[in-house]
């Protein structure tokens, strides 16, 4: 018998630097999260376990503000969520307003036509909201189109789209709408009822201050409707609501097993949120804006752009331009070096171009912002670029002190 196949020599326990994530997700787990993470697995059938799914679906329906039936998480990252959302709603020659102004809208065209569908592409320029004007005539000039699908808070670019209007848009015209939520919920407003809108996922690791890995999602009756009327089964296995939610949602109470669902992944939902009710959904909204208000006012003294107008900025996702002359991956390299802090880089036509500073659930706290400017301000003079540290802290400090927080 020839000798087993080893590993090469020196593989050992992976020693994990600890790092400040402000990139564009993940974001930093809260200690209470961390804690919930490392229990003991417990069975996916337990009747604990069972219990903590229930308490889930309650929390996921006030994180989406829906009295939606059809809530819960599904077991994957915010993509999957996505793929969820489309593969149960988009059946062959269906036809698909997509808003693209990132590259989150662009992936949503790939699900459209991987699932037979016919994307019909509203396109912005990125850094700027979708505009309700193009997506109004996309419907008049499609009336056969059976759904518009946007992206809520682009997290390439840190642009926020008016949901309400397009989610309006969208049912005046008779379409079912899929919103992507995976950067705004936890951080800014998402109101599902409120907006009226049919299929919406999101994803842990933003403003959830959670474990990467799950995805909430919430289903109007109007998408449930349509799903159980499909022509076709739908194409995934994985994926099909009406298998998961035989484990999710326990037909005349008895659960079965669908998949093995990450249980201690659900235990770390659970845990943040709670410390989302525990906080409010406001005063988490606030606490992001907050942060954001007084990282930027740093920028402005360091002299940092946003790439966003202002009335359409996410504050849990600033995107500025790297300055002229300064090598964009240098500095994020010291950054990541010396500081142990991450930021976000730049993706397709504002690759090189743009830095990106999330501000995301346990992320959105004041030791982070100054931590930020601090090192943004140090690195930068290194490179012999004017960057007053002492005034760009203050000015972060000026607005912490005129808050009522
Ligand atoms: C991060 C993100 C996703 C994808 O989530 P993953 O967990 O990385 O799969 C989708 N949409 C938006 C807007 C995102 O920011």
């Not at 564009?24 to 069972?50: C, E, K, N, T, W």
């Not at 699908?149 to 379409?175: I, M, N, P, Y």
């Not at 730049?346 to 090189?352: I, N, S, T, V």
Request: proline share 6%.
């Amino acid at each position: 018998m020839n000798a087993p196949l080893i590993p090469p020599p020196g593989i050992a326990s992976c020693p994990i630097p600890n790092r400040v994530l402000m990139g564009p997700g993940p974001s930093d787990m809260h200690p209470r999260v961390v804690a919930a993470l490392g229990h003991s697995a417990i069975g996916h059938l337990d009747p604990a376990f069972v219990a903590m799914m229930e308490e889930i679906k309650v929390l996921l329906r006030y994180a989406f503000q829906t009295e939606n039936a059809l809530t819960f998480a599904v077991s994957g990252p915010g993509s999957v969520g996505m793929e969820t959302c489309f593969v149960n709603l988009v059946e062959p020659g269906d036809k698909v307003i997509v808003c693209r102004n990132g590259v989150f809208g662009g992936r949503m065209i790939e699900n459209v036509q991987r699932f037979g569908g016919t994307a019909v592409v509203v396109e912005d320029t990125w850094g700027e909201p979708v505009d309700p004007r193009k997506v109004a005539d996309a419907l008049k000039a499609n009336p056969d189109a059976k759904m518009v699908a946007f992206v809520h808070a682009e997290t390439s670019t840190g642009a926020q789209s008016d949901a309400a209007a397009l989610v309006k848009l969208a049912r005046e015209a008779g379409c079912l709408s899929i919103v992507d939520t995976v950067t705004s919920l936890g951080g800014t407003p998402v109101l599902a009822d409120a907006w009226g809108a049919d299929a919406i996922y999101s994803g842990s690791q933003k403003c959830l201050s959670c474990v990467p890995g799950l995805a909430p999602v919430t289903f109007s009756e109007r998408a449930v409707e349509r799903v159980k009327a499909r022509k076709q089964k739908v194409p995934s296995w994985f994926m099909d609501l009406g298998l998961v939610l035989e484990y999710w949602s326990a037909p005349g109470g008895k659960r079965t097993y669908h998949h093995t669902a990450p249980v201690n992944s659900l235990f770390a939902l659970h845990e943040s949120l709670v410390m989302l009710k525990e906080e409010g959904l406001e005063q988490a909204w606030a606490r992001h804006r907050l942060h954001h208000e007084a990282l930027k006012a740093g920028f402005d003294v360091l002299g940092l752009r946003f790439v966003v107008r202002e009335d359409a900025r996410l504050p849990q996702l600033n995107a500025v331009y790297i300055p002229e002359g300064v090598d964009d991956a240098a500095v994020r390299k010291q950054l990541l070096e010396k500081y142990n802090l991450e930021i976000g880089a730049g993706l397709g036509p504002l690759a090189g171009k743009v830095w990106r500073f999330g501000l995301m659930g346990h992320s959105a706290r004041r030791e982070n912002v100054d931590l930020c400017l601090g090192a943004l301000a140090d690195v930068l003079s290194g490179m012999g670029k004017a960057a007053d540290k002492k005034t760009a802290l203050a000015a972060a400090s000026s607005v912490y002190a005129t808050s009522t927080r």
